[in-house]
Structures are given as structure tokens and as C-alpha cells.
């Protein structure tokens, strides 16, 4: 293991370089003028993970393309029939986020920039930086020619955060190929960069966008307006009744099936090391706000939501223009967690607000993704495994936490592979994940690499 | 008279032209990058009205410029003391509403297009065409030797839809030169192209722009959603408390002063010729809404509104972004009625919303512009002048009316030059002005010069 170590440390200039290539790439996947830069970036990577002694592929998809990664089997490389090796999965995302709103960027997205010890770019924390930490592990051990006591197949997909709708078909494809005994994701956070952690649960989401339609065309207000109903006003009406203002969903239903947390749950989510003032340091909102009768922490990792994501009505320029516009929108997304169902709350929350629509106007409603909330039990072998692996790594106890967040295609490994997810996140709190200035802290990524070096023995062979 | 209307009738189709040449320069007063549009719009006027014998100029203001546009004076003419006249002014304006959104023109907001007897183009019908047909008139008068009773004043500005508000300091340093008996406007509507109209009444207008923030930047919703308030919903909350769902704003004071129609009011409202269902046809909307108790053209016409012109928050791009949005905004714009103070309702509106904003997000309430509602007798000398040459331009009894838009600057003429102001209409209801497709009817732009050729002469020598 030491010159794994040893390879790590010396190579960590170049690594963080290399990363600068990775992020330069504007992968956009809910952009299609980005569709380019997508497959540019995952020929980037299959040629990368070659270079690195990986076989690489790229599988094309209806969207954008797979990328596939493996380590030689024994089999293959010796002409023999190979002892059984355990086989780990490692998924990650080369897509990201749109980077708008770009004028709150203090350097463009795409062009990383180093201060201190943050790697910013779009990307970075969500999630390039940190599957390029597991890439660089496997590097280590190949370059050094370390065995690896295990087989490894890494899975980076583009479609993350369009909802990975094509990754599930190629995973029924490639049933037999992935068959795995567990699947490793760093796509999540840890409290702090000497806080490492074990994530046990994410939350589901449903996406949908709602349109309500008044007049066929934006109207003079003075001329017509006060007899015809206003879309944006119909909407926030709609809005309004859905949270009361304990931040509680109104919606029939809605909390039908969510448990509450055990007592071991709760003191697990307690040693979590951020306070609610830190958070609101954090977050710089005039204050705190959630459902009453949780913690912001509990709020957030354990509680459903019902979040506008954006707003779209009349005019948006510079000055003012008086009308009534013809239509106003919503983009909103439902964070679920487990035993909510995605399509079951979908279709109460649906039915709701058509049946709360005023006769006004006309509704639309556009479905996006949806996924089901993930848990899985921290006493497991792996997840026993996974401890021991970042308290190696980082040389401090990990705790145990549930995230807010949604990795759609959690659920999709258990049913079509049958295998549980470690999620060993590296993301830190103040990453800027979805947001501008995203970045990535390089303890993290070395630590991480780190991590990954240490995990596959301790999987591989479990005490 | 009859040279004023052979001529007239001569050289419509070479007026059709030249009001395409005028409805070409993209004029858009609220955006900054026409500014130079609006130059070239003006100096264009000023060559055309010279053109046609009026002594014209360019006039700078701190915004856009106004144009000034005389008939020759008997004094400077005969270098003696000319008798006094009566003086008129005609007021119009020359820049436009913005056109977006530009996807639903059928052709180029900018590329002026006839069909049928309708000329479509941005500002063909609010303002230019209205205006220009006051200046076909005139030069049939000064090209046809006819003598004109009185003399004339066109003051044509490039303001209007960004609220005059340059033009009253004008006003006040011009007082001496455009001291005048009566002023007269056409940039209302009338019913229909055969139902000729004088408006005695105007509402008035205040814009202002509300913003919350909360977070300072834009969140991830999984990580972050539940435990901050979303700027969207607390706008929604707070936007659908200021109206009930029969259409009554719920600001306390928002109605003081505001005066209950006369029986005689309601009788000249029921001649209007257009019915609920024939307004439901027109506006599109599956059903029209209002103020309890009152008709759709008492709510439009004689009822204060809180119109909501815009929203805006979050990602509003293709698919979805799962963010918490660190804003959300509404441009709002109330329209008033007479007795109505704008500086006073703006303080009850703006304290209002204040006292109802969350503590969870920051307001921050911009001022826009602001007007006060206009009334004027019809029993007036002028007005019964006015209502005369309407009945001869058109072969039809006119009608009395009030109407809903605002023309910022017909009390501020009042209070400066001390003359009331005879709103003469040539815009038709489906005219679509703030709306894309706006069109101009070629019938009531013919109509609408004789109007103004047959006013001359009853203004100056009422029976």
C-alpha cells in the first residue's frame, strides 16, 4: 500500500492539472447547444483512463454517451480461468449544472482557477473533482504495480443532472458486465475537510413545471386591465396555498408514509459538526426557515420539500411595461425521502393543484424526473468496510449522516444489480454546488484519493 | 374645407408609406441600446414636418429628445402684430413599448406589414399612427392654401411609455410658448372603427419593482432545501395576500376616495358597444375575472388594479435546475382612478407590503413612475367642439367614455399650461398596442386626419 501512498503524494500537482482539463469542458447536459462539449468531454476521459492503464469505452446512448472504465481482468490478461475477485463498481458524472446566473462568477466557469487550497469551476465539487479522486487511486496501484484485490469497472455518465434517464436502459443492457458486489459514489458532502462521512440516505425528488395560461397575449393593462385575470397573480395564489407559514405542504398526502427519524437517527444527525447559526453564515439568508418541530439539519436530510426553482412571467427587462401577461410559470422540484413514493406524490401533488386551479386559467403541467428516496443500513459489511477506509484516509472518525440531495440512480443499482451504494462524499458545505462560484477543496481531492486507495482492501477483504 | 379633404382623400396611399417609414425606426424608449433609434426617429419627424410647412425642431432633454413642430405665426409671417388666435396643441409621442416577446409576431415588430385594411407594425396604433394622422391634416391645410382658424403646436415626445419624465420640466420652460387654449391627444381608444369616441376620463398609473432576497446565491435544493425560505414562495405568499379571490385588493386604504360612478356615468358606460362575451372573445382568457359588482368595462375603465407585469426568479432556462433561488421579483403596476393620489397610494401599497414580508427574506421596493387619473367635463365648450367634429369626420354619433390606460401627462398639462385636454381616441380594442402583432386600422387613420381637419375650425369658432 505504501507506494500507493507514496505515488499519490508525489503526483498531486499533476493531478490537479489534469482536473483543470477535465473542468474546462462546459458539459451542460440540460443545455443542447452543449451536446458537443459533452461528447468531447467523455472522449476526453476514455482517453484519459487508457493513458492510466484502464480499457476504456464509450458507449453511446439516446443522450449523452457512457463512459466505461475497467481494470484488466485476471482472466484476460494471464489466457486463464481467473479466481473469482470481488467486483466494485465506481459511478460517477462528467455533466454538470447550467452555470447561469454568469455575472455572480468572479472568473468564468469553465476556466478553473486555484486560491488557497479551492479548485473553482463548474463541476469541481459536482461532481468531476470528486470521481477523478477515485481515477487517481486506481492509477496509483496501476503505476506502481500494486495488485488491486479486487476487479473495478468505473461508470461516468452524462446525464445526472437531467435526471439520468438514459442510464438506467444501459444498465438492463449491461446486467451481466456490471454485476457487482457494491457500488461506490463520492457525489455527496461531508461536514467539514476533517470531517469525513458516510451518507446512509438521500432524499427522492419529482420535477415538474407548471403553466398557467389567462389572455392569448400579453394585454395593455391599462386598457384591459381589472377584468381579466392576471396569470402571475393566479399563480401566486396557486403558490401561496401550498406551504402554510410553519413551512408545512398543505397538500393533502403529501407526508403520507414518512417516517420519523429513530432516536439513534437523531443523535447520529446531531454529531453532525454544523450549528444553525454556522448554516446560516452559510447559506447569508436573513434567517433560518423550515417545517416546525425539526432541526435545520433534520430539515434538510430528513423532510420533504416543495421548492420553486424559478419563476417566469410578463416582462423581465430593464424598465417597465404595462401589461397583463398572457401566462406565468413555475419550475419546481419535491425533494422525497424514504417510503414516498415518486410517482404516487406526483400524482397528488398534480391532482392538487389542478383541483386548486381558479377557473381563471387555463393550467399546463409538464413532468420532469423523478426518483425514489435511497437508505441503507450503516451496519453493513461495506459500510463497516467504508468506515474503516476513511478513518484510514483521513485519519479521524467519520460520522454518519443522512443528505438532502438526490442520486437518482441509487435506487436503479439495488433493483436492476442488486448491490447497495457507499456514498463517500467530498464535497464540503460551502462547495457552491449548483450555484456560482462552485468549487473543490484539494484536501478533499487527496484525501479522497486517498480514501479510494484504502477502500478496495478493506472491501475486497473484510475484517 | 373640401381642398383640406380632396386632398386628404388624394394622397392616402403616399401617407400609408411614409407612416411605414416613420413605424421603422425601433424606438423602445426603456431600452437603453435604442437610444440612438430614438435620435434618429426624432430628427426624421423634424425633416418630415418641415417638409410638410411646419417650422419644426429638435429639442434635448436629459432622455430622449422632443420634438417641436409649429405652424407659421401671422406676426412672423406679416411683420406686424398679428391678431390673437386661439391656439392649439396636439400632443403625441414617438417612441414605442418593447416588443418582446418577438417570438409571437407574425412578422417583424419593426418591418411594418398591410394586411387587409390593418398596417401591423410596433407603435402603429400607440403612438405614431395616431400622431401622424394629426400631421396629415395640418399639411393638407398648409399644401392646399386653406387658412387655418387658429394656431398650432404639435409636441411630440419619446417618453410616454417610460413615464414623460422629461417632459414636464419642458413644459414648465416652454410655459410662454405653448400656453394654449387646448390640448388634444389621440392615444386612447374607440370602440370601433365605426364608433367614433371622446374619453373624459384616464386612469392613472404608479410602477414600482419588489425584490426578496434570501440567500446570497443561488442554493442546491437537496443539500440546502427545508431549512431556508425560497424567495419564489415567499413572493407568492406575499403577492396573494394583496388580492382576494373576488378580485379586491386587500391593502387597507387602497379604495379610500375613490368615487362611485354617477347614474349617468353607467348609462353612457352601457352605450359601449362591446359585450362580456364579446370581450372574452376578444382577450382570449377562458373566462373574464373582476371586482365583484362591477361590469368588465366599469372594472377597466373606472376601477383601480395591482397588476403584477412581471416575475422573475431562479432558472428559467431549458429542463430543470434544482436550486433554492437567492431572489425572486415582481414588476407591479396599480393603475388609479380620479380622486386617487399616486404618491399616497404608493406609500399605503409600499408600507403594505413591507408589514407583510416575511422576516425570512429582505425586500427591497424600487419606485417607478407615477401618474394621477384624469377627468374633464364633456359638458365643456371644447369638448362639445370636439364631439361635433367627430359625428362629421365619421358620419356617426360619437360616444362618451372613460378609459383605462394612463396618459401620464394630461394633469401635468393641466396644472402647468393650465388647459384641459380632449382625448381623441383612433386606437381600436383588438389594435393589440403593448402586445405583440400591434396594428393600426387604415380606415381610422384616414377618419382620424379628417377628425383632425374638421376640429381646427370648431375649436377656434364654437357656435
Given at each position: ?7 499519490l503524494?508525489?503526483h498531486q500537482a499533476r493531478f490537479v492539472a489534469e482536473l483543470g482539463?477535465y473542468l ?88 478553473p482557477?486555484i486560491?488557497?487550497r479551492n479548485l473553482?469551476a463548474?463541476?469541481s465539487t459536482?461532481n468531476k473533482g470528486q470521481n477523478f479522486a477515485h481515477l487517481k487511486a ?48 463520492s457525489?455527496?458532502?461531508m461536514?467539514?475537510a ?199 484516509a483521513f ?31 467530498l464535497g464540503l458545505?460551502?462547495d ?7 468549487k473543490f477543496n484539494l484536501d478533499c481531492f487527496e484525501n479522497g484519493q486517498r480514501l479510494s ?11
Open positions: 500500500m505504501q507506494p500507493v501512498l507514496d505515488y503524494k508525489q482539463d474546462r469542458f462546459p458539459s451542460v447536459s440540460a443545455q443542447p447547444q452543449h451536446k458537443k462539449d459533452l461528447l468531447a468531454c467523455a472522449q476526453w476521459l476514455v482517453k484519459h483512463c487508457r493513458q492510466i492503464g484502464l480499457e476504456a469505452r464509450l458507449c453511446e446512448t439516446a443522450g449523452h454517451p457512457i463512459v466505461i472504465a475497467k481494470t484488466k481482468r485476471a482472466a484476460a490478461r494471464k489466457g486463464l480461468r481467473a479466481l473469482p475477485k470481488p467486483h466494485f463498481m465506481v459511478y460517477g458524472h462528467y455533466d454538470v449544472q447550467p452555470p447561469e446566473p454568469l455575472e455572480l462568477w468572479t472568473t468564468p466557469p469553465f476556466e482557477r486560491a488557497g473553482f463548474r463541476g459536482d486506481v492509477e496509483a496501484y496501476l503505476k506502481t504495480g500494486t495488485p488491486l484485490p479486487c476487479d473495478l469497472t468505473f461508470v461516468l455518465e452524462g446525464e445526472e443532472e437531467v435526471g439520468s434517464k438514459n442510464l438506467s436502459t444501459f444498465l438492463k443492457q449491461h446486467r451481466t458486465e456490471l454485476a457487482c458486489d457494491a457500488i461506490v459514489v457525489d455527496t458532502g461536514p467539514a476533517d470531517c469525513p462521512a458516510l451518507t446512509y440516505a438521500l432524499r427522492g425528488i419529482i420535477a415538474f413545471e407548471i403553466t398557467l395560461h389567462g389572455p392569448a397575449r400579453d394585454l395593455h393593462s391599462g386598457i384591459f386591465g381589472g377584468a381579466v385575470e392576471n396569470p402571475a397573480m393566479a399563480l401566486a395564489h396557486l403558490l401561496a396555498k401550498v406551504r402554510d407559514d410553519k413551512g408545512r405542504i398543505q397538500i393533502p398526502g403529501f407526508y403520507d408514509g414518512v417516517a420519523a427519524l429513530s432516536k439513534y437517527e437523531r443523535e447520529q444527525i446531531k454529531r453532525y459538526p454544523l450549528s444553525d447559526a454556522g448554516l446560516k453564515k452559510l447559506l447569508g439568508s436573513p434567517q433560518l426557515f423550515g417545517e416546525t418541530g425539526f432541526t435545520a439539519t433534520e430539515q434538510r436530510s430528513s423532510r420533504p420539500t416543495f421548492e420553486i426553482n424559478g419563476l417566469t412571467s410578463g416582462y423581465q427587462g430593464e424598465g417597465s411595461k404595462t401589461i397583463v401577461p398572457s401566462w406565468a410559470r413555475a419550475k419546481i422540484t419535491c425533494r422525497l425521502v424514504p417510503n414516498q413514493k415518486p410517482a404516487h406524490v406526483r400524482k397528488i401533488v398534480c391532482s392538487w393543484l389542478k383541483k386548486n386551479c381558479p377557473p381563471t386559467v387555463r393550467m399546463e403541467i409538464s413532468a420532469g424526473h423523478g426518483a425514489e428516496a435511497y437508505m441503507v443500513s450503516p451496519t453493513s459489511a461495506a459500510a463497516q468496510a467504508a468506515l474503516r477506509a476513511l478513518e484510514r485519519g479521524t472518525k467519520p460520522v454518519l449522516m443522512r443528505e438532502g440531495g438526490s442520486i437518482p440512480i441509487v435506487n436503479e443499482f439495488k433493483q436492476v444489480l442488486g448491490a447497495d451504494t457507499l456514498l463517500l462524499g458545505p460551502d457552491n454546488a449548483h450555484s456560482p462560484n462552485e486507495a484504502f477502500l478496495w482492501p478493506e472491501l475486497a477483504e473484510p475484517v
